[in-house]
């Protein structure tokens, strides 16, 4: 059952929407790959502080502030990373394209971040991410042999993940932009104007702040046949910012250009034919 964990993970990943109070934006800074980014916690509820990264230097100032106002907070078209700080929890990874919304309330407060030294810490957070990745294990006893198998039987079906590895044959992103109000899509947008009239609930906003809703399909090989795929915008986001393309994402034209002409990728994808990983699998 080693295995269980990055399984689990992975279907984590389609988390992209959270809710809290910011806490502890650090300066910017800049990674190995200069690629510019800023840390920070999201208090999630009464006792959970999420890490998050943010990769874009223009939310920075805001960060601060929206920290420093203790005001809730709504992030979307986030996405989520195993953490390399906290073993076994994931972080936050915020993107130019996720977007930030003031709410006025949530049902608990703003609650100063516990000082825990460092060392106690590091021994809770194994232990609950531990709790909660194996709590159904830790439930089937161990002399109940029949029990396991057939339970580890039913998470292979449910999580089962397919890898295929060779170039992109066909791409279609569909930039679309949808309302931060009523969360319909929008069939005219103008990314260059300042504000824009909701086509549905009338609404005038913020050009930025409609959420980008990248949505789209990937053609594969597949044997002697070809296989269409789901490509979502967090999966998307998480390959272009791993190999430092997120610029691509001002004109989706690019970003498909990039797959046609970027050789071979390695491409997993889950039962219901939706992409949870894409990374180069150039050599
Ligand atoms: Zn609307």
Known sequence: MA???PKRARTCAE???F???LHDVTQMETSGKNTDYFNCNLQTSRDQYRRCVVYDAKKHGFYVKAAADRKPLKISNAGTILSNVNPGQLDIRIYYASTENMLKSLD???IEKPSIPNSVEEAQDPESARQRLEVEQQEVGQEEEEEVEQQEEEEVEYERITKVRGPVRGIQLADQRQCSNCRKGQLTFNIKA????????????RVGSYVQAVNGTVMVNEG????MLTLTLTVLMTYLSQN??????ADVQLVEEHFMEGGLFVILYNANNEVVVVTTGNV
């Open 19 to 21: 809710e809290g109070y």
């Open 194 to 205: 300042i504000n824009h009239r909701c086509e549905a609930c009338g609404l005038l906003q």
């Open 15 to 17: 988390e992209t929407v």
């Open 3 to 5: 295995s269980s964990a």
């Open 224 to 227: 002697d046949g070809k296989l």
């Open 108 to 110: 608990f407060g703003y």
């Open 244 to 249: 430092d393309l997120q610029e691509l994402l």
